[in-house]
């Protein structure tokens, strides 16, 4: 029997702590939090990340903000807005969308990023810390696959994980995290030439390879706990990175794409934003 891991519940109840904790800012000390999004172009992935963020913000209580940008945006433009919304104090946490334009320095514009305002994660003085072992600001998927595994009792001390996907956003947070966490953590890439036999030793598995169906039953161990990141778009329906009907046979553990990792990201985002007002 495999248990759905089920991010759309987990992230309501997390949401609801949030909003306690915004009410309480409200009351105690007239703050509201406010959370800054920057969107350059039309990424369909981020479309759908701004998005609900935005009705989850609201929901809780949190302001958002929202900058957009056309796809044909120079830097200047990006870095302009990141400044603005760096000295406003009002501000709590800017949040800048990847990917960003090719026209646009990625790395710059997160540099850019007051590493304090950082909700994020992905200022490099933030990816430090977390690596160091000392996580702080923490990237939001990563922070949300955290959690659901805490929500079911999953242990992770001691446990193979295998990573699938090595980027900025998921696969190298999240391989910080897990190894503060205790767990042998291997990372497997587009380069790694023995992707199957790593994934079929893992107790975890997430997927985060932005392939849709490239984790499929061969590579899981029975009774294996699978994390699928994957937000791919096919004919208008959402699916992820794992073969869900045929992985959820053999899997102990699984997320559903959609309503696994995605709402808790979201989760995670706003639960960071009030961390950062709290700090006002
Ligand atoms: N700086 C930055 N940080 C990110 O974390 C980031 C980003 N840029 N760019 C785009 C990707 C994509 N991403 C998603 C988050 C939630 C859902 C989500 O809410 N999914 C829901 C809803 C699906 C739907 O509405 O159809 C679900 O899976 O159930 C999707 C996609 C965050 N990303």
């Known amino acids: 029997m495999t248990t759905i891991l089920d991010g759309k519940a987990s992230a309501k109840a997390w949401r609801a702590e949030t909003k306690t904790r915004v009410a309480q800012l409200a009351t105690e000390r007239q703050i509201v939090p406010t959370l800054a999004v920057v969107l350059v172009g039309e990424d369909p ?3 759908i990340y701004v998005r609900n963020k935005i ?3 609201k929901q809780v209580g949190i302001k ?3 900058k957009t940008l056309p796809t044909t945006a120079t830097q200047e433009e990006v870095l302009a807005i990141v400044a603005e919304l760096n ?7 800017i949040l800048v969308q990847l990917p960003l334009p090719e026209q646009i320095n ?4 997160l540099l850019a990023v007051d590493p304090k305002k ?5 200022h490099p003085m933030n990816l430090g810390k977390l690596w160091g072992g000392q996580p702080e600001l923490v990237p939001a998927t990563a922070a949300g696959i955290m959690r659901l595994l805490a929500d079911y009792h999953i242990q992770v001390e001691g446990k193979n994980v295998l990573i699938i996907g090595r980027s900025l956003i998921v696969g190298r947070p999240l391989a910080g995290l897990f190894l503060a966490a205790d767990a042998t953590v291997t990372i497997a890439h587009s380069h790694t030439k023995n992707t199957l036999e790593l994934a079929r030793q893992a107790d975890i598995v997430v ?11 061969d590579f899981i161990k029975p009774g294996a706990v699978v994390i699928d990141v994957g937000t791919n778009r096919i004919d208008g329906h959402l699916v992820g990175d794992v073969e869900y ?3 959820s046979q053999k899997a102990g553990f699984i997320t559903p794409v959609p309503g696994g990792v995605g709402p808790m990201t979201i989760a995670a985002l706003l639960s960071q934003t009030t961390d950062l007002a709290e700090k006002r």
């Open 207 to 217: 997927a985060a390879i932005g392939q849709a169906n490239f984790v499929t039953a």
């Open 45 to 47: 992935a981020s479309q």
């Open 245 to 247: 009907a045929t992985v």
């Open 87 to 93: 000295h406003d104090p009002e501000v709590d946490g």
């Open 55 to 57: 009705k989850m913000a």
């Open 64 to 66: 958002s903000i929202n």
């Open 106 to 109: 990625e790395e710059a514009v």
């Open 118 to 122: 950082d909700v994020d994660g992905f």
